[in-house]
């Protein structure tokens, strides 16, 4: 009778312990969150040049950043074994799945 019980204390422990701990962590969040600051960064009190910036600022051009002119155009190359069965397309040389259907490729 001793052994039922404690298997049902153990029981109830493990059931409500996570589900309360989330309910509590979820109201610690909403408590520590601190609306006035959040207001103020919206209004853009704080110019720190975050991304989150919303004031339509042009960030300069990176020097690393490739423009989609610079680059070159992604060619297949229609060998044996880059060819799916299944749909025909070609597919990378290396390739291991169709970029088409997702079939395995050979």
Request: charged residues 25%; contains cysteine.
């Amino acid at each position: 009778m001793a052994e039922a019980a404690l298997h049902a204390v153990v029981l109830l422990v493990l059931v409500f312990v996570p589900a309360l701990s989330f309910l509590g962590l979820f109201r610690l969040i909403d408590y520590v969150a601190d609306d006035e600051l959040v207001a103020r960064v919206e209004n853009g009190e704080f110019q720190s040049g975050s991304p989150t910036r919303r004031d339509g600022a042009v960030r300069p051009e990176q020097s690393g950043v490739v423009k989609p002119e610079q680059s070159e155009p992604v060619t297949y190359s229609g060998t044996d074994g880059t060819r799916c069965r299944k749909c025909g397309v070609d597919n990378w040389d290396g390739a291991t799945y169709c970029r088409n259907c997702l079939q395995g490729l050979p």
